[in-house]
């Protein structure tokens, strides 16, 4: 049977390995939402890469950013959460990491519009086209933050992770890892679960009519949340730990053919 919502991260989950999203996955959500099934991007990308997100899951009215810190009405243009952490939260959090593992590369993001530069560590190494500048750490902190990337080269990314989940109380910041070379710190209480609940909220759907897919231990807490999680077969073994099942890999277009068997056959 159909869920009364569909949730889905976009990277590693939705989109491919090549960037894109296939015409059949695009169709699939189409037929989804045309069963009158409320389909929603839920991504770690901020609210900077709304037009891109938008594009990917084209379906979707609402989406959620950030981790879940941010989520919007991109009908009408409204934001029905907007969640930062202060500068100084954000480096103490960074201050922890570096008390354990030694010096870090950071770089933060703290703009909502559209193509909204990130500001970072002269050495930090950004590995996507989008705007990014060099900028001094007291610069960086000085203003309310959406979130921080943090990264230690030479150190594996799954034991920077360990370690960061141990030395960084919830109280000061959420720790997650979007499968990507570094780790990302947000504020406390945002996760995707919590995101994604508003716009639940808003449509008056239970969480146990909500069918998600994701990939990396960033989807976590949105699995364990809804009615029913899902796994793509490429996803971090972590998720794959909290899902029900697992579909195919975002490669092979598992979301779509997983939802494609809950639709009514067409004559």
């Known amino acids: 049977m159909l869920p009364v919502l569909v949730a889905t991260d976009l990277d590693g989950t939705l989109i491919r390995s090549d960037g894109t999203v296939s015409e059949y996955t695009h169709g699939v959500l189409r037929r989804v939402r045309d069963a009158g099934v409320e389909v929603v991007g839920v991504t770690g990308r ?42 100084a939260v954000a480096a103490q959090a960074v201050a922890m990491i570096e008390e354990r593992v030694g010096p870090v590369l950071v770089t933060v993001e703290a703009g909502e519009a ?41 150190l594996d990314v799954e034991e920077f992770f360990a370690v960061a989940r141990d030395v960084v109380p919830a109280t000061v910041g959420e720790v997650t890892y979007a499968g990507l070379g570094f780790l990302e710190i947000c504020p406390t209480g945002v996760t995707k679960a919590a995101g994604l609940a508003v716009v639940c909220d808003t449509l008056g759907v239970a969480a146990s009519d909500v069918l998600a897919f994701g990939d990396m231990p960033n989807d976590v807490p949105m699995l364990g949340w809804a009615g029913k999680g899902v796994a793509v077969a490429n996803a971090h073994p972590e998720l794959k730990a ?17 939802l494609e068997e809950l639709l009514p056959r067409e004559s």
Not at 70 to 87: N, P, Q, S, Y
Request: charged letters at 25%.
């Open 242 to 258: 909290v899902a029900e099942e697992v579909t195919g890999s975002n490669d092979e277009d598992g979301v779509a053919h997983y």
């Open 46 to 87: 901020g609210p900077r890469l709304r037009t891109l997100s938008a594009a990917a899951v084209d379906v979707s009215r609402y989406l959620v950013c950030a981790q879940g810190g941010f989520v919007l009405d991109l009908e009408t243009g409204g934001v029905l959460k907007a969640t930062r952490i202060a500068g």
């Open 114 to 154: 559209d193509h909204a530069p990130l500001h970072g560590d002269p050495t930090f190494e950004w590995p996507f086209p989008d705007p990014w500048e060099p900028a001094d750490r007291e610069t960086m902190f000085a203003s309310e933050l959406l979130k921080v990337f943090v990264a230690k080269p030479g």
